[in-house]
């Protein structure tokens, strides 16, 4: 059989390039997680995890309360610096990103959901209404919309907010549990909240202009918390529970697929990411670490490697 040599050029390079990515993620199990970032990287608020445009990983309260860290480089050699101090008063908790790179922040000391401009790193409030509890969690459609979850834990209640491209606030519904872990289907034709207290996730269908209607019981668990989740491109859940120290993957009927063991027990939320979006990182409260494994799909916000909105070095404080 005659060999075929790749001469130096573009499809040698890409192939390269290739075998670098896929060879590694074959021999890596899949649902086996390890570590990512250390213990006491961050501290015990740790939560939020979420890949950016640019590829990389951001979680809450690196080091410190009130500030967002910026996590490099693959496991074992992952490295944790500062992204953003928020200004005082302001404690982060769940993080998304738009398509155009801006990062929402749930601020549950502030009240309010803030905005960050990835170049510059300016702090500023995107969201506030007088009835918000303390905002914990943040889901985005696929049109830009955000949904919070927005638990008043001494009560153990919560309510769940929509909140609009420009801001504009709608209380959908008061009177929940403890709401806690939210997501949008990737068709963005369903919404997911769960309460963490009660150990519900309920389901609503989402029409076209954002409203939410068919409430439904989706799942629920005899023990334990819930707290963040994130859906996979086919729309399977990937559930933090808190205490059990796991991740449970649902169906989007309803079924638990498998649960996902870690090291950490007191899971807090979940990103997908990685080179082909389908490394899961796990936010540990009782570590202040962050483990990883990978999954067999890709999730529905895995981030991406947009060059053009990396930040400036400078970590700018902002002001809202």
Do not use: C
């Not at 040698?12 to 060879?23: C, P, Q, S, T």
């Not at 009927?253 to 080179?275: I, M, W, Y």
């Amino acid at each position: 059989m005659p060999t075929i040599e790749l001469r130096p050029g573009p499809l040698r390079r890409l192939l390269l390039i290739l075998a670098a990515i896929v060879a590694p993620a074959m021999s890596v199990p899949l649902y086996v997680a390890t570590d990512h970032v250390v213990d006491g990287t961050f501290t015990a608020g740790i939560e939020g995890p979420a890949t950016g445009p640019d590829g990389v990983l951001y979680a809450v309260n690196f080091a410190r309360e009130g500030t967002i860290g910026r996590v490099t480089g693959d496991s074992g050699d992952a490295r944790a610096e500062l992204f953003v101090q928020l200004p005082a008063g302001r404690t982060g908790n769940g993080v998304v990103f738009d398509a155009d790179g801006w990062m929402y922040v749930a601020d549950y000391t502030g009240h309010a959901v803030l905005r960050i401009e990835p170049r510059t790193r300016a702090v500023a409030v995107h969201s506030h209404d007088p009835r918000m509890h303390q905002p914990n969690d943040l889901a985005i459609a696929p049109d830009g919309t955000l949904y919070a979850s927005d638990p008043r834990w001494s009560h153990g209640d919560g309510q769940l907010w929509r909140i609009d491209r420009d801001g504009r606030a709608h209380l959908l519904e008061t009177g929940m549990g403890t709401t806690n872990g939210i997501e949008v289907s990737p068709d963005g034709r369903h919404l997911y909240v769960n309460e963490s207290q009660q150990r519900r996730i309920w389901a609503y269908d989402i029409d076209a202009r954002g409203h939410v209607s068919g409430k439904r019981l989706l799942i629920a668990f005899d023990a334990h918390g819930l707290d963040g989740m994130r859906a996979d491109e086919h729309g399977n859940l990937y559930i933090a529970r808190y205490g059990a120290g796991t991740v449970a993957i649902v169906s989007p009927q309803g079924a638990l697929l498998r649960e996902v063991v870690l090291t950490g027990s007191k899971p807090t939320n979940l990103a997908f990411g990685g080179a082909d979006g389908r490394s899961v990182f796990v936010t540990l409260q009782d570590r202040g670490a962050i483990e990883t494994f990978r999954s067999a799909h890709r999730g529905r916000e895995p981030g991406g490697t947009r060059s053009d909105i990396t930040p400036t070095a400078a970590a700018a404080p902002g002001t809202p």
